[in-house]
C-alpha cells in the first residue's frame, strides 16, 4: 500500500502537463502565455481608503493534458493554508474560459468567465455574495509584466470600485 506522500506525489504528476494541447494551442495560449514564476506587488484598497501593501508570488503551470492552466498565489510568509489556487479551462462549446479561485483558508472562493476583450484579459463572475459582482483584468501585458486589478460591484455592473491590484514582473529564467 502507498503511503500518504507517494499519493500527494503521483496526484501532482498526473495533474501537470508539458504544454498546451496542440490542437487548441492558439486558444489556449490566452492564459498559457502566463506559464512560469513572477514576483508581484499587491495593493489592496480599503473602504475607509488605507491601503494594505504586500509582496507575493503567483506560479502558473499547465495542467489537465495541457486543456487548462492552474496557478498558485500567495503572499510572502504566508504559511501554506493561506495559499489560493485558480484553475482556468478553455469551454471550446462557448469560447470562454471557466475560472474558479479558491482561498479556503480565507474564505475567498469566486467562478467566473474569462475572455479576451481588446489586449485585456476580462474574468467576471461571482463570489460566494450572489449580491456581489466580481471583475478581474489582466491588463498592460508583455513577456514580463502585467498588471491584475480585482474589482467589485454591487449594482449589477452599473459601477464599479477596485479593491487590489498586483502588478507582476516575471522571474529571470521563467
Known sequence: ????????????????????????????????????????????????????????????AWVLGGRGVQDIL?????????????LR??????????????????????????RRIGDRIVQEGTGPDPRRLERWTFSDITPTSFIWQGEVSFDQGKTWVLEQEMRAMRRTGS
Not at 506587488?41 to 494594505?52: E, L, P, Q, V
Not at 500567495?74 to 485558480?86: I, L
Open 89 to 114: 479551462c478553455y469551454d471550446e462549446t462557448a469560447d470562454v474560459w471557466r475560472v474558479s479561485w479558491m482561498m479556503p483558508g480565507g474564505r475567498e472562493f469566486a467562478n467566473l468567465i474569462g
Open 1 to 60: 500500500m502507498e503511503n500518504n506522500n507517494e499519493k500527494h506525489s503521483r496526484a501532482t504528476e498526473l495533474l501537470a502537463a508539458d504544454g498546451p494541447f496542440s490542437e487548441q494551442a492558439d486558444k489556449l495560449m490566452l492564459y498559457g502565455q502566463f506559464v512560469g514564476a513572477w514576483d508581484i506587488h499587491s495593493t489592496n484598497f480599503n473602504a475607509d481608503g488605507t491601503r494594505i501593501e504586500r509582496r507575493g508570488e503567483w506560479h502558473f
Open 74 to 86: 500567495f503572499a510572502v510568509g504566508a504559511p501554506p493554508h493561506m495559499y489560493g489556487t485558480t
